[in-house]
C-alpha cells in the first residue's frame, strides 16, 4: 500500500498489464491497467472547485465570528449601561450586569472558533486546488473531514456536511486514487485525464486448447 491509498499489488502483479503504467517511456501515452475503467476521475475538478468555494465561506465566516468576538462584549456592556439609565430614569431597579469574567470568555471562545474557521477555510481551498490537478489527496480528505468541526457556528455545516460525503465518496474512489497515484509518479494531469477518457483495454483471451 503506497502512501497515497492506492495498492499498487491490484495490477503490478497482474501478468497481462502493460509496461509502461504510470509512466510515459520512449514517448508513448500513459497506459492503464487492463479493463480500467475512468470511475470517476471526471468529477476531481468539480469537487476541487468545490471545495475553493466552500473555503472561501468557511474563511470569511472565521473572520465574522472573529469580529463578534471582539466587539460583542463591549456591546453588552452599553447594552446593560443603557437599561440601567432607563431603569434609573424610571425609578426602577437596575438590570443584572453582565459577570466580570463574561466578556473574556466570549472573546476567548469566539477567538477559538474563529481560528478553528478560517484554518478549514485555508485547507479547503489550498486542497481544492491541488484536487483539481490530482495532488494533495490526503490533505483534501483531512480538509473535509475537519468540515464536520463548521457544525460549532451552524452557518457553513449543511454545505460542509453535502460537501463532505461527495468529497469521500469521489476520493475513495479506486479510479480516482490511481489518478493520484499516477500523478504522484510524476505524470501530468493532462495526461492522466487523456488517459482515462480512453476506451477500456482488455487482455486478449487465450485461445482454447483444443479447438
Not at 497506459?31 to 471526471?42: D, E, I
Not at 437596575?94 to 469566539?110: L, V
Amino acid at each position: 500500500m503506497s502512501d497515497d491509498g492506492f495498492d499498487q499489488s491490484t495490477f503490478v502483479n497482474n501478468p497481462y498489464r502493460p509496461t509502461n503504467v504510470g509512466r510515459q517511456m520512449h514517448g508513448e501515452s500513459l497506459s492503464l491497467p487492463p479493463g480500467q475503467t475512468r470511475g470517476m476521475t471526471g468529477h476531481t475538478t468539480v469537487l476541487g472547485v468545490l471545495m475553493v468555494v466552500q473555503g472561501v465561506f468557511d474563511f470569511l465566516a472565521g473572520i465574522m465570528v472573529g469580529v463578534y468576538a471582539w466587539f460583542m462584549p463591549e456591546l453588552f456592556m452599553q447594552m446593560q449601561a443603557e437599561a440601567a439609565k432607563r431603569a434609573a430614569q424610571n425609578g426602577g431597579a437596575a438590570p443584572q450586569g453582565m459577570p466580570p469574567d463574561m466578556g473574556m470568555y466570549i472573546a476567548i471562545g469566539g477567538g477559538i472558533i474563529a481560528a478553528v474557521l478560517v484554518l478549514i477555510g485555508v485547507l479547503l481551498i489550498y486542497s481544492g486546488i491541488g484536487v483539481t490537478s490530482y495532488r494533495r489527496r490526503g490533505l483534501a480528505i483531512a480538509s473535509l473531514l475537519l468540515g464536520v468541526l463548521t457544525l460549532m457556528t451552524c452557518y457553513c455545516f449543511p454545505t460542509s456536511l453535502i460537501l463532505g460525503v461527495y468529497g469521500l465518496i469521489v476520493l475513495f474512489n479506486q479510479s480516482v486514487t490511481l489518478a493520484f497515484h499516477l500523478r504522484g509518479e510524476g505524470n501530468s494531469a493532462t495526461d492522466i485525464q487523456r488517459a482515462f477518457l480512453s476506451p477500456p483495454s482488455y487482455p486478449n483471451e487465450p485461445a482454447n486448447e483444443g479447438s
